[in-house]
């Protein structure tokens, strides 16, 4: 029963992503009002899969004129986002069956994600709703076994895999943009605060992020996923912190689930980004580097590579 369930709820989602598309209007002039990207996040540049390893991500952006739920602002509409995505994350011993020597669970996550965001010249807010399945039902660890097959290398164990779960969590996000005078190389520096509450996640956290180069006004920069036709070519690089309650891919379900092995979250984690983006005339494109503490007292660091690729129309 466990494919079926991941494979109904793919067929669904792609569903209801099909209907959102076509249920749009075409009837605009050469302003942009809607975009697909494409995004994977991946740790093969550094050599070995281990924590967050994989993440692939396919979102649909839409701007739309009226108010929902949120109001439309004076300079800006309100844009609608929807996500379907995978993640997998994975020990480093990748051939080691004995729990004690593992730093985190084995863990797959595949959700659904809305968000709904409000644009303003200098400030961004965004609140979300996400639908998720975590364990075996995800097939990230299938998927993953199955190319390790394929390249006939480090193929992992999966042992002792986060169970079968459903969750629901709820997002809120709050940028602050301003301007840098009198400054040669930084054009813009943003304060960032993201609250997640639910049963695959509950944190707070504070993020940090300078600017260089061409970028838009808030409402309009691909730097906080706003859809806008304005050229850009800018580079970022930023601070972060996480305060974690609860990390159900290492901790299990907090109303309980059948994880063979689970560990305590690390409550405080510190990050590290930078990376560049061009937006041309319908294109998108974007190349970052992610850096991470460690999530339980067993692992080490953890870092990957950014790779998103957007298309408006």
Do not use: C
């Amino acid at each position: 029963m466990v494919i079926p369930i991941s494979v109904f709820l793919m067929r669904d989602s792609f569903k209801f992503l099909l209907l959102f598309i076509l249920g749009s209007s075409f009837s605009y002039g050469q302003e942009s009002r809607h975009q697909i990207s494409v995004e994977h996040d991946n740790d093969f540049l550094f050599a070995i899969d281990r924590y967050y390893t994989a993440g692939t991500f396919i979102s649909y952006d839409r701007l739309i004129e009226s108010d929902f739920l949120l109001k439309k602002t004076e300079v800006a509409p309100i844009q609608l986002s929807f996500t379907l995505g995978q993640e997998t994350y994975t020990p480093r011993e990748l051939f080691e069956t004995d729990f004690d020597r593992l730093e985190r669970p084995y863990a797959g996550y595949l959700f659904g994600k809305f968000q709904i965001s409000q644009g303003n010249k200098n400030s961004i807010f965004r609140v979300s709703t996400e639908l998720g399945l975590a364990g075996e039902q995800s097939l990230a660890g299938k998927f993953q076994v199955a190319y390790h097959e394929l390249i006939n290398e480090f193929i992992p164990t999966w042992a002792g895999e986060i169970g079968n779960s459903a969750h629901i969590n709820l997002g809120a996000n709050y940028v602050r943009d301003y301007d840098v005078l009198n400054s040669n190389l930084f054009k813009h520096f943003a304060l960032e605060s993201t609250l997640a509450l639910g049963t695959r996640d509950i944190y707070a956290q504070q993020e940090a992020t300078a600017f260089f180069g061409n970028r838009s006004r808030a409402h309009n920069s691909s730097a906080f996923g706003r859809l806008s036709d304005g050229q850009e070519f800018y580079g970022y690089g930023g601070l972060g912190v996480r305060y974690v309650l609860l990390n159900a891919l290492i901790a299990g379900h907090p109303f309980g689930d059948d994880s063979p092995f689970v560990l305590d979250e690390t409550p405080l984690l510190f990050q590290f980004k930078a990376g560049l983006i061009y937006r041309g005339a319908r294109n998108t494109y974007e190349f970052g580097y992610r850096f991470q503490t460690n999530q339980t007292e067993r692992e080490g660091r953890s870092q990957y590579t950014v790779f998103k690729f957007s298309r408006r129309f």
